[in-house]
């Protein structure tokens, strides 16, 4: 279990470097010290593995901590290669969709038999929350001084799955508050994501967002990663 803290605490401090340098310029350097925080949340879940562990679900939780991995590298390579700028923003936001597919399935295998009569309810009310949230996000977007041009639907999915994801997570855990620990990483992924929002779709461009945005991010991914422990 210590592990999983020393690599917790690796990722973030490996994240802070790596926005040290990527506030400067996207380099091949800053590459390999954002895979390296990324590979080091995915240890820090391997190493929160306990004996009593749901084998499935644990798997699940740590295959979409691998695809949040291959995510970033992606997402990173749209800035290195401005030209081909779409094709990975829709490949990097599949590894992440596909990410939260692993964890909903995983939330669904640890709770069914604790919830059974609040599951559907859980899930139809987190689909409606989802969605409001989706649309409170889209629908006034360019008032708000986003343009997600050609990427509207590509976000507008990628927008319901999360929000879902988050909302889910958060209607376990007021019935289990240990999970509380996995919600609040899909509370801060969310707020990651709409910070890199402003950054792709709004024209901010200020470093600080930089140190905000991937922040926010690690931690989400950490939080996910240390809730192995707790609750599989």
């Given at each position: ?26 380099s091949v350097g800053s590459l390999a010290l954002k ?85 559907l309810a859980n899930i139809l009310i987190s689909l ?105």
């Amino acid at each position: 279990m210590i592990a999983t803290y020393i690599f917790g605490a690796l990722s973030l401090v490996l994240c802070i470097v790596f926005c040290i340098f990527r506030s400067k310029k996207a380099s091949v350097g800053s590459l390999a010290l954002k895979t390296a925080a990324s590979l080091a949340f995915v240890l820090c879940g391997l190493f929160g593995i306990n004996a009593t562990a749901s084998y499935t679900a644990t798997l699940l939780i740590i295959a979409g901590l691998v695809f949040g991995l291959v995510g970033d590298i992606v997402l990173d390579l749209k800035i290195m290669y401005p030209t081909q700028s779409n094709h990975y923003f829709v490949t990097g936001t599949g590894a992440f969709a596909i990410g939260h597919i692993f964890y909903f399935v995983a939330t669904l295998l640890l709770n069914k038999a604790a919830l059974p009569s609040h599951l559907l309810a859980n899930i139809l009310i987190s689909l409606g929350v989802a969605v409001v949230l989706t649309l409170a996000i889209m629908l006034p977007s360019k008032k708000l001084g986003l343009n997600f041009g050609s990427m509207l639907w590509v976000c507008a999915g990628y927008s319901l799955m999360l929000t879902f994801m988050m909302a889910f997570a958060i209607s376990i855990a007021i019935y289990i508050p240990i999970f509380w620990i996995f919600a609040a990483g899909m509370i801060l992924f969310f707020l990651s994501d709409l910070v890199l929002s402003m950054q792709y779709f709004g024209g901010k461009t200020q470093k600080s967002l930089i140190y905000i945005n991937h922040i926010l991010y690690y931690l989400a991914q950490i939080c996910i990663a240390i809730s192995i422990f707790y609750i599989s």
